[in-house]
């Protein structure tokens, strides 16, 4: 099971849930999952493309979804999924953990 962590800005599309668990082996497929349980979310992590918003960031583990092959990441058991807004402003160096752990 990979585990997604969705800000909450999307927790009212997957009924309040702040993580939901689904199956695959790519991130592709984990929207794909997760649009089967909560269409409503991934209406708001993908556009009419299907390519990832431009204010939506995507990151396995803690490492963001396009360093490591954008849709098409591979994920594994166990991984974690976190689907956060963009942030822009402040100080350059703020650690990414800050944000994972909203």
Same mark, same amino acid.
């Given at each position: ?17 702040? #993580? $939901?668990?689904?199956? &695959? *082996?790519? %991130?592709? !497929? ?36 396009? #360093? $490591?092959?954008?849709? &098409? *990441?591979? %994920?594994? !058991? ?10 822009s402003g402040g100080s350059c160096g703020a650690p990414r953990r800050a944000?994972?752990?909203?």
């Amino acid at each position: 099971m990979i585990t997604i962590h969705l800000a909450s800005y999307l927790r009212e599309f997957a009924g309040g849930s702040g #993580e $939901v668990s689904v199956e &695959g *082996a790519t %991130v592709a !497929e984990v929207l794909s999952a997760l649009r089967a349980k909560h269409p409503g979310v991934v209406d708001r992590i993908l556009d009419e493309s299907g390519a990832v918003r431009q204010h939506v960031n995507v990151f396995v583990n803690e490492v963001h979804m396009r #360093e $490591v092959g954008g849709l &098409g *990441a591979r %994920v594994g !058991e166990g991984d974690r999924v976190y689907i956060l807004p963009a942030v822009s402003g402040g100080s350059c160096g703020a650690p990414r953990r800050a944000l994972l752990d909203r």
